[in-house]
């Protein structure tokens, strides 16, 4: 079975200032999804990047940026000019691609806390 | 996301009651799941459906039993809840296989509490 592991129960970064989190996963397979989703207080679960495992480019969706290691099965985010509105719980995930119908292996999230 | 909503939001209730979740979503999308979520554990998968009356088990789904009648019906029910149930179940749904994104759609989640 695979697992997803964040070591990092809790962050904290200035405001304006980049914080990286950390993500491993351990898997058989090639051909996966990896994804980091953000909760917020509102428990509201919002996808923030998504990575293919056969895309050796790493994925970037405007202040938010990953760093895929395949060979280390290491998915880290990387959040930069980091937002008041960027606090929240970042939860790692994982999806094989064999099939369409299986569900999400997430971690335990990461506390994000941004100082004023 | 995706225009999922679940009902209800919040439920207290009692040991050895029966109790069911609705996830409804109006994207005709194909897959549908439940999770729950505790503190200190992430996200866990209960079940999940790859199309009506096709559902399967999930990582913890002891305890638990689902339906899917229609395309944008999800149920989850609890047949005699237990207090280790206390938790805060979020539904999910993708588009079907193929699609140009492999992502799910999370509703806004329902607390549970189990006496």
């Known amino acids: 079975a695979q697992t997803v592991t964040q070591s990092q129960p809790e962050m904290s970064v200035q405001e304006a200032e980049t914080v990286t989190l950390s993500c491993t996963y351990d898997?058989?397979?090639?051909?996966?999804?990896l994804f980091w989703y953000k909760q917020p207080p509102s428990r509201q679960m919002i996808l923030v990047i998504r990575?293919?495992?056969?895309?050796?480019q790493n994925a970037t969706e405007n202040r938010f940026s990953v760093n895929f290691q395949k060979a280390a099965k290491s998915f880290s985010l990387k959040i930069s000019d980091s937002q008041l509105g960027d606090a929240a719980m970042y939860f790692c995930?994982?999806?094989?691609?064999?099939?369409?119908?299986?569900?999400?292996?997430f971690g335990k999230g990461t506390h994000l806390i941004i100082q004023p | 996301d995706a225009g999922i909503t679940q009902s209800p939001r919040h439920k207290v209730t009692e040991t050895g009651t029966p109790v069911t979740l609705r996830c409804h979503q109006t994207?005709?999308?194909?897959?549908m799941y439940w999770y729950r979520q505790d503190p200190g554990h992430g996200l866990r998968l209960i079940h999940y459906?790859?199309?009506?009356?096709?559902?399967d088990k999930g990582e913890v789904s002891d305890g638990y039993s689902v339906s899917r009648s229609k395309t944008e019906d999800f149920l989850l029910t609890l047949e005699s809840a237990t207090s280790s149930q206390t938790s805060v179940y979020f539904c999910a749904t993708k588009p079907r296989q193929g699609s140009s994104t492999d992502t799910q759609y999370f509703g806004p989640g329902t607390r549970l509490t189990v006496l």
């Open positions: 898997t058989s397979e090639s051909d996966y999804y």
């Open positions: 995930a994982y999806r094989s691609a064999r099939g369409g119908a299986d569900g999400l292996t």
């Open positions: 990575q293919e495992a056969y895309k050796q």
């Open positions: 459906s790859y199309g009506v009356k096709d559902t």
């Open positions: 994207e005709n999308h194909r897959y």
